[in-house]
């Protein structure tokens, strides 16, 4: 008796995996001077949720976690410039797919 097969799921991912996401991220972050002489000590994670489409381009990008506006504004403009992602795929046919991503933030500034 045949067993029935199991699809094979691959989850989207940025390419270059997880360390190059968070190089990507250290190099497009900016925490705007507002945030800096207004706060002198903020942390925290903002969360966004996009749609990785069949090309790997991102769309539909949306907060799902809010810690501050203006963070919440630097997270959605990093996603907003984010190259294409590899998309997700069930027995190598690409599919579009749901994804969450944080951007952690820790700011302290010294006085």
């Known amino acids: 008796m045949n067993s029935p097969v199991k699809p094979?799921?691959?989850e989207s991912a940025f390419p270059g995996g997880q360390k190059a996401w968070q190089q990507y991220?250290?190099?497009k972050l900016r925490i705007p001077d507002e945030v800096i002489i207004n706060n002198s000590n903020i942390s925290g994670q903002v969360i966004v949720g996009f749609t990785v489409?069949?090309?790997?381009?991102?769309?539909?990008?949306?907060?799902?976690k809010s810690r501050l506006y203006l963070l919440d504004d630097v997270a959605l403009d990093i996603m907003k410039k984010c190259p294409h992602f590899i998309p997700?795929?069930?027995n190598g046919v690409k599919i579009k797919s749901y994804k969450q991503q944080q951007v952690k933030f820790a700011v302290q500034?010294?006085?």
């Open 8 to 10: 094979v799921f691959v």
């Open 25 to 27: 991220m250290f190099s």
């Open 53 to 64: 489409e069949t090309d790997g381009s991102i769309h539909d990008i949306q907060l799902v």
């Open 88 to 90: 997700a795929s069930i």
């Open 109 to 111: 500034t010294i006085r």
